[in-house]
Every structure is written in structure tokens, then in C-alpha cells.
């Protein structure tokens, strides 16, 4: 299913002196750590599937996953940086080729999406291949993307050349959450832990709304009104919350996976 992006032109230097190192080394190991935590809770798909971030202090340069490496392997070196044409201007070896075109379109077209998180995690996937809006936000989760989201009805096939990713970036608007219908699921984000938090929570509202409709009986909505009040209860402390999130997972990972730092 993933295919390889062709071998990258001549890289250019990358030179400690453009870059803050300390922020740099601390996006690797967030990073990394979202990878790892994705990996323990199903959230991956073999060696498919991209998490990426913009360098810090640069804005034509991202962190992304190299192609063959499962979630669970992911380390803070091993990241690639990437410019958006094709060039790995650090590491070994190669994005896979829908993770180049998807993302660095992504980081190219839409400024605000510093971290662009896509996966084909399986509960947000089943609700993205089915005909209507795939949350109908009848649970408290759920409520945390209320007016957050957008559906791409265009699936165009694998994302293998600018063009479909620049639809892909187009279509999302001013949503932090694309459901890719016959797809998987884009998430965008200021930041490394506000993307984790919201990709955590995405599936969490879709596994308990999938589960609620296996039932068989209807579901119950939360009425509009109700739903914007709680979602902006909720936004409140976000980013905040995101943060706390991603350093509880560093934790854990710390004690029972430390390689992820290295």
C-alpha cells in the first residue's frame, strides 16, 4: 500500500547555525513520541500513515517519518527533515510518497497547519466511509471538534503528485480536522501536542459513536446551542491540556520505551 518517493535530489546543508538546536532536538522527541503512543494504541497502519511538523525557526522545512519504519520504531533521529521539493535535507533515507505530497503541500498551502497528523486509525476511518457527516455529536467527546471539522467528499485515489495534495490542502478551509471520505483522517495543529491531543480524542468520539450506533438504536444529539457552549467550555484549556497530555505520554515512554528519545 505505501510506495516510496523517488531518490531525493542533491540535499542541501543543513547548518546548525540556521537553527535553534535545542528546539529542533525537542520537536524530534515530541514528535517521537507521538509516533510511539499512536503505535500502543492501534492508531497506525504497518508502515503507512505520517505525522509531520515544521521545523522550528523555518518555514520551508518539515520532520516526517522516513518510509519503512513502523510507528513503534520511531526515534528522535530518525525523523527526516524535508524541504517541499522532494529533498531530504537530514537523515537516512526517504518519505514514503504520499506522505511527501500530502504533507509538504499541506505545510506549503496552509501557514497555520504547523503539525499535519494522517492517519487511517480505524474507528475516525469507519465514520469516513460512510454517507453523511461522520460525527453526529451526541458525545461529550465529540463536542471538543464541534464546527472543527470538514469533509472531503473528493476521494482522488493515492496521493502520489502535487496536484492531489494541493486538493487535499485546499479543501480544508479554516477546519483543524479533515475526514477523508474512503480515506483516513487529516488532523492540523499549531503544535505537536495540540495535533496529539486532538488525533487521540478523534478516535476516542468515533469509537464510542461507533459503538453506540452497533446498538442499533438511536442516537441522541446534543442540541446546537448546547454543543457550541460546550465546545467553547472546552477550547478554553485546550492547549494547555494538550500539553499536560503529550508530557504524561513522555513519561510513560520514558520509563518503558526511553529509546524513542534518541
Known amino acids: 500500500m505505501a510506495h516510496a518517493l523517488g531518490a531525493p535530489g542533491a540535499p542541501a546543508v543543513l547548518r546548525n547555525t540556521e537553527l535553534d538546536a535545542d528546539a529542533v532536538r525537542q520537536a524530534r522527541i515530541d514528535l517521537a513520541a507521538c509516533f510511539r503512543m499512536a503505535s500502543r494504541l492501534g492508531l497506525h497502519e504497518g508502515i503507512c500513515n505520517h505525522f509531520s511538523f515544521v521545523v522550528p525557526g523555518r518555514d520551508d522545512l518539515f520532520l516526517v517519518n522516513p518510509y519503512g519504519w513502523a510507528f513503534s520504531e520511531i526515534t528522535a533521529s530518525r525523523l527526516l527533515v524535508c524541504d517541499f521539493n522532494g529533498n531530504v535535507i537530514a537523515g537516512d533515507g526517504v518519505p514514503e510518497a504520499t ?124 442540541p446546537a446551542e448546547l454543543a457550541a457552549k460546550t465546545y467553547a467550555q472546552m477550547r478554553e484549556g485546550d492547549r494547555d491540556s494538550a500539553r499536560l497530555h503529550l508530557e504524561s505520554i513522555k513519561r510513560i515512554l520514558a520509563r518503558e520505551e526511553p529509546d524513542f528519545m534518541h
Open 99 to 222: 506522505a511527501f505530497f500530502i504533507h509538504a503541500r499541506m505545510h506549503k498551502n496552509v501557514a497555520r497547519a504547523k503539525a499535519a497528523f494522517h492517519t487511517h486509525m480505524p474507528n475516525a476511518t469507519a465514520l469516513a466511509m460512510l454517507e453523511g457527516p461522520p460525527l453526529v455529536w451526541a458525545g461529550q467527546s465529540a463536542l471538543k471538534f464541534y464546527g472543527r471539522t470538514v469533509v472531503d467528499e473528493e476521494y482522488g485515489g493515492l496521493a502520489l503528485d502535487e496536484k492531489e495534495g494541493d486538493r487535499i490542502a485546499a479543501s480544508i478551509g479554516d477546519a483543524d480536522i479533515v475526514f477523508m471520505k474512503n480515506h483516513g483522517v487529516m488532523v492540523v495543529g499549531p503544535s505537536i501536542a495540540e495535533a496529539w491531543d486532538d488525533l487521540y480524542y478523534l478516535e476516542r468520539a468515533a469509537e464510542v459513536q461507533r459503538m453506540a450506533m452497533a446498538t442499533g438504536r438511536a442516537l441522541k444529539p446534543v
